[in-house]
């Protein structure tokens, strides 16, 4: 268990629609990494906060957006989806900007 | 843009043959990180290097950081059918004020008992 607490496990929802993922970092992690892992493929890194400010974007849609809140759980919202946005969702954690990142157990997303 | 590109994408080894991943930036990288995500599973952390020339060994398994800090291996002696899973270098790229862990593509290993 490496503390990182990410709901729901699974969703399956319909094109056009919007999700939101919860991730919870491990106590004491003031970063938070939002990661997309399509089948078979690598990590894409999406985007990163930082004790509640936005810290670094990768490769993150418009149509995507996520934020930190004060307590600092992590949202990710996924909004208008495709076909193409069905992945593995993982969300990590971290002190700091750097050392090592906690990964959750990832949302499965499955768009029909 | 900054990119950390990882080779092979795949490999299939037979048990007790040995496993080498490479790693390479487009740019100098603060640290290297290595995760090990199983079939199903999620990223795992296993080891991170700083200094230049860094070598660091976990059992079977070897680390190494180049001297210019843009590249990075991983060898596993006598692969065994626990080591199947995939392999991700992460590195640590410094831009401004931001920090952002840029992960590699991945090597998958099989290993064929």
């Known amino acids: 268990d490496s503390g990182v607490t990410q709901t729901p496990k699974h969703l399956i929802t319909a094109t056009g629609q919007r999700v939101t993922l919860r991730c919870s970092p491990r106590?004491?992690?003031?970063?938070v990494y939002w990661y997309q892992q399509s089948l078979d493929q690598g990590l894409q890194f999406l985007i990163q906060y930082y004790n509640g400010e936005e810290r670094a974007k990768g490769n993150i849609l418009e149509r995507f957006s996520a934020q930190q809140f004060p307590d600092l759980h992590s949202e990710l919202n996924l909004s208008s989806l495709e076909l193409g946005d069905s992945a593995l969702y993982f969300c990590?954690?971290?002190?700091?900007?750097?050392?090592?990142?906690?990964f959750g157990q990832g949302t499965r997303l499955t768009v029909v | 843009g900054q990119q950390v590109m990882q080779i092979p994408q795949y490999q299939h080894v037979q048990e007790g043959e040995d496993f080498t991943t490479y790693c390479n930036s487009s740019t100098t990288l603060s640290n290297i990180q290595w995760y090990k995500q199983r079939p199903g599973g999620h990223p795992v952390f296993l080891i991170q290097?700083?200094?230049?020339?860094e070598v660091k060994k976990q059992k079977r398994l070897t680390f190494q950081f180049g001297e210019a800090k843009k590249n990075s291996s991983l060898h596993i002696t006598a692969t065994q059918t626990t080591d199947v899973g995939t392999y991700f270098c992460?590195?640590?790229?410094?831009?401004?004020?931001?920090?952002?862990?840029?992960f590699g593509s991945g090597t998958q290993l099989t290993v064929l008992p």
């Open positions: 990590a954690s971290s002190v700091g900007g750097a050392g090592e990142a906690f």
């Open positions: 290097l700083v200094k230049s020339g």
């Open positions: 106590s004491g992690d003031l970063s």
């Open positions: 992460a590195g640590k790229i410094s831009s401004g004020s931001a920090r952002q862990l840029t």
